[in-house]
C-alpha cells in the first residue's frame, strides 16, 4: 500500500447492493488483466444495506462521505483516492468497467480529462431500455449542445458519469457542486481552464438495480444542471441579452428622435421611454455580467479575463461621472427654459425628448459608478493567515 497507486476507480454508492459486487469484480478484472496497477475506492453515501462488505469482498476499500450527494460522494471518495488518474463510474452496472482500458490510454497519451460518450453522435451506444426517451432525445442532446455552444467544449455526452481526469486536473479544479450537476460543473471548468480532453465512446446497460430506481430527478437535476450553465457563463446570462436590450434601445432613439413614421405611426416621446427603459434594463445586465465575471475570477471558479483586469475602479467611476454630468447637463437645459419662461406651462413633447435622455444618462451613470465601487470590493484580496 506503500505504492502510489497509477489509477483510482471511484464509486459513488447508495445502497447499491444488487450491483456494485459486479460494478468492482469488472473494474478489478480490467485493471488486473492489462497490468494496471490501480485500486478501487467505493465513496459510501449512508447505504442501510450491505453495500460496503460487497463491495470489500471484491477487493475495494470504502469511504464513508456524510455529506448527502452525488457530487460530495465523488468528492469526497475522490480525496481519498491516492491514484495520479481517477476514473469515476456509477455502481448500477449500466457502465461497463471492463471498458477501463480505453480511459487509460488515453490519460496516458497526455489527456486531462477523458468523457465517455453513450450517444451515437460521438460513437456510443445505448441499449434497448438503458435510457429513459427524455433524457436521450431532448435532455442531454440538449444540455450537450448548450454545452458546445456557450463554452466552446467538444463533448457530446456531458452528462455521462463514466469518465477518467488526472488527479492534478481535479485538485485545480475546485469542484463544489454537491448533487447531480457536478459531472457538468467538472466539464465546463475543464473547458474554461483550457485542459485537453477527449472522449471516448461506451456502451449503456440497463440499470441492473432491482430494490430501487435511479437515483437521477429529471426536471429537478435538469434545471440545477442549466443553472450551473448560466453561473459560469456571464457572457451568455448577462452581457449578450443585455448588450441586445442596449442595441434595442438606441434603435428606438434612432427612429424616435427624427419622429421616423412607421406604417404611419409617428414615432415619439413615447418610444423615447420605452427605448430608454430598454437601455437602463441592458445597462444593468452588462453591469452584472462585469461583476460576476471578477466575482469568479476571485474565487478560482473560472480564469480571469485579461481585457476586464485593465479595466480599473477609477476608469467606470470616471466614465460614470461623465454620462452623469452629460445627463444633467440635458436636465439643466429644460429647467432653464422652464425658468425663461416664468416656470408657465411647458411644451411636454419637445422637452421630453431632453428630459428621457437626460435621466437615463444620470441613471447609467450613477449605477457605473456604484457597479465601480463594488468592483473594488470584490478585488479586494483576502490575506493569508499563518499559524
Given at each position: ?88 463510474g ?17 490519460l ?31 435532455g ?41 450537476e ?96 430598454s ?86 451613470g ?5 457597479a ?9 484580496q ?6
Amino acid at each position: 500500500m506503500t505504492e502510489q497507486p497509477e489509477l483510482s476507480v471511484v464509486m459513488p454508492c447508495l445502497n447499491e447492493a444488487d450491483t456494485v459486487g459486479i460494478c468492482v469484480e469488472k473494474a478489478v478484472r480490467a485493471m488486473r488483466d492489462r497490468g494496471v496497477n490501480g485500486e478501487v475506492v467505493l465513496a459510501d453515501n449512508g447505504s442501510s444495506d450491505n453495500s460496503k462488505e460487497i463491495a470489500v469482498s471484491m477487493g475495494a476499500r470504502t469511504v464513508d462521505v456524510a455529506e448527502p450527494g452525488y457530487g460530495a460522494a465523488l468528492m469526497g471518495g475522490i480525496e481519498a483516492s491516492r491514484g495520479k488518474f481517477v476514473i469515476m463510474g456509477d455502481c448500477d452496472d449500466s457502465y461497463d468497467f471492463l471498458e477501463i482500458p480505453a480511459f487509460v490510454d488515453q490519460l496516458r497519451q497526455g489527456s486531462d480529462l477523458v468523457q465517455g460518450c453513450r450517444l451515437p453522435r460521438g460513437g456510443g451506444h445505448v441499449l434497448p431500455g438503458a435510457m429513459p426517451f427524455l433524457h436521450r432525445w431532448f435532455g442531454n442532446p440538449v444540455l450537450s449542445w448548450l454545452v458546445r455552444l456557450m463554452f466552446r467544449i467538444p463533448i457530446h455526452d456531458v452528462y455521462c458519469g463514466m469518465r477518467g481526469f488526472t488527479r492534478e486536473l481535479y485538485d485545480n479544479l475546485d469542484l463544489r457542486s454537491p448533487g447531480m450537476e457536478f459531472a457538468t460543473e467538472m466539464i465546463i471548468k475543464s473547458g474554461l481552464h483550457n485542459a485537453r480532453m477527449t472522449q471516448v465512446p461506451i456502451t449503456l446497460h440497463p440499470d441492473g438495480r432491482q430494490e430501487h430506481g435511479p437515483h437521477l430527478r429529471t426536471f429537478r437535476d435538469g434545471w440545477r444542471t442549466l443553472r450551473l450553465f448560466l453561473v459560469f457563463s456571464p457572457k451568455w446570462t448577462f452581457f449578450r441579452p443585455g448588450s441586445l436590450l442596449i442595441l434595442i434601445g438606441l434603435l428606438g432613439y434612432a427612429l424616435a428622435l427624427p419622429q421616423i413614421r412607421i406604417f404611419n405611426a409617428a414615432l415619439d416621446v413615447h418610444t423615447l421611454l420605452i427605448a430608454s427603459l430598454s437601455i437602463l434594463l441592458g445597462w444593468q445586465c452588462v453591469l452584472l455580467a462585469t461583476l460576476a465575471q471578477i466575482f469568479a475570477a476571485r474565487e478560482g471558479m473560472m480564469p480571469a479575463l485579461p481585457r476586464l483586469e485593465k479595466i480599473t475602479v477609477e476608469h467606470g467611476i470616471g466614465f460614470g461621472l461623465i454620462m452623469f454630468m452629460a445627463g444633467s447637463l440635458l436636465i439643466s437645459i429644460v429647467i432653464v427654459t422652464w425658468w425663461q419662461g416664468d416656470f408657465g406651462k411647458l411644451d411636454y413633447p419637445q422637452t421630453m425628448r431632453l428630459v428621457i435622455p437626460g435621466v437615463t444618462l444620470v441613471a447609467v451613470g450613477f449605477q457605473t459608478a456604484m457597479a465601480s465601487l463594488m468592483a473594488g470590493v470584490l478585488r479586494m484580496q483576502r490575506r493569508n493567515h499563518h499559524v
